[in-house]
């Protein structure tokens, strides 16, 4: 009975030592993503004043995400094989790279779009080795228990992007230029590699001969681990859709707010909103005991979906920001929801190369959204409702006309759609069946 005692306490102090240092790793991660927030806040501000065009923001963000999105079946092949820490210290230091030739560009006389979208692009594709990595460590140094805990604590550290960035940025725009910003982002790198480096014990380095290691085996693995499941199969094509529908609101928000207010008022606006993201975080990390991680998921894309598409009713900064606050609140549940169902399903050792192909697979959404959202919204919709057709004088009377609302009914569109996605998800079997396991 004793002995029963002492192993117990045993591993409740392990438990806590390991939820300690997982605790330290997303500090530096939030640090590291306040940072990011600010150079993606300032250029996507930049771009859009320099050239008045949303499709030339979602070109910008296409080089943000694109490469990220393909390599990250590569980065989970390789965190699966090599020390994950090293891969996350690694893809913080070359993701600056990307940086500094944002920053040379900017600070010329004449900047160039395509030289700022290059380094965009190249501190994507080396982000590419970390995302992977960092997901997988959840498993290398928490109990299954813990997962939804985790979950909510990684939100709220890759989310601080959108809690305080914007304000932030939107503020330091007022009185020093977007340089500033990236330089600030460029230091809090070295931040980030310092605390990796610190918890290094408590991470698992899962190390194979370099001689047997073959992409094409691997990937056919991580994609044999992901079709073994009928479920974790429709999750990506959920997630894939959720994905898509999220892209219109990250391109659109932007143009929506600056047709009718300016770039502080925005910054504000968009920490205020966020701060539903906290909100939502906060409450998951502290539910011990989630009965239904599938109703977690299809209630999150229901609400998120409906303040989503309220967003675009009224040219009014205090409704947009209170709509905007409920979306963030449940957006937490979509992630962690669909997380932990997939987690729950999958092996370790498949883990990171599984998230890899399930990243890239779900947020090629985002690609497709910034490539149709940038030119329905310039080509499409906003030439629309400045018309004076009948069924422009309709939707007028809801949502307005002029500058700015053909963007908002693009916004409502994609909102509801989003939410038809959370009632069909609360009725499928096949993602009924991942809460079993």
Request: charged share 15%.
């Amino acid at each position: 009975m004793n002995h029963n005692n002492e192993t117990q306490i045993i591993g409740i102090t392990e438990k806590n030592k390991s939820m300690k240092k997982f605790t330290i790793l997303v500090a530096g991660q939030f640090i590291s993503s306040i940072g990011s927030g600010l150079t993606d806040f300032g250029l996507a501000i930049y771009v859009l004043r320099l050239t008045g065009s949303v499709t030339a923001t979602s070109i910008l963000s296409i080089c943000a995400f694109l490469p990220s999105i393909v390599l990250a079946p590569i980065g989970g092949v390789l965190a699966d094989h090599y020390d994950r820490r090293l891969m996350m210290i690694l893809g913080e230091l070359f993701s600056g790279l990307g940086l500094v030739i944002c920053l040379i560009s900017v600070m010329s006389a004449n900047p160039s779009i395509f030289v700022i979208c290059s380094g965009v692009a190249i501190s994507s594709l080396f982000s590419a080795l970390m995302e992977p990595a960092f997901k997988a460590t959840i498993t290398d140094l928490l109990c299954e228990e813990d997962y939804a805990r985790a979950g909510g604590m990684v939100q709220i550290a890759f989310n601080s992007k959108l809690l305080i960035s914007p304000a932030v940025a939107g503020l330091l725009l007022r009185v020093t230029p977007v340089s500033t910003l990236i330089i600030i982002d460029i230091f809090t790198f070295f931040t980030t590699v310092f605390v990796i480096a610190f918890v290094r014990k408590g991470m698992a380095v899962q190390q194979k001969s370099t001689k047997s290691l073959n992409f094409a085996i691997e990937m056919k693995e991580g994609v044999k681990a992901i079709r073994g499941k009928r479920g974790v199969v429709a999750m990506i094509v959920i997630m894939s859709i959720a994905v898509f529908c999220l892209g219109f609101v990250q391109i659109l928000s932007k143009p929506l707010i600056l047709a009718f207010a300016g770039e502080t008022e925005l910054g504000l606006l968009a920490t205020v909103s966020a701060f539903g993201m906290m909100a939502g975080s906060i409450a998951i990390s502290m539910m011990k005991n989630i009965k239904s991680h599938v109703r977690l998921l299809s209630s999150g894309l229901f609400g998120c979906g409906i303040f989503f598409a309220l967003m675009g009713v009224r040219e009014n900064l205090i409704l947009i920001a209170a709509f905007g606050f409920m979306m963030f609140v449940f957006l937490p549940f979509v992630q962690i929801g669909a997380e932990v169902l997939i987690r729950k399903n999958l092996a370790n050792e498949v883990q990171g190369r599984a998230f890899g192909l399930i990243s890239f697979i779900t947020q090629m959404g985002y690609i497709f959204a910034y490539i149709l959202s940038g030119l329905l919204a310039d080509y499409v919709f906003e030439p629309f409702m400045k018309g004076t057709s009948p069924l422009v004088v309709n939707i007028g009377n809801v949502i307005g006309t002029g500058n700015g609302r053909g963007i908002a009914l693009l916004i409502l569109i994609a909102g509801l759609l989003l939410a038809v996605v959370g009632i069909v998800v609360s009725r499928l079997k096949s993602v009924k069946t991942l809460e079993e396991i």
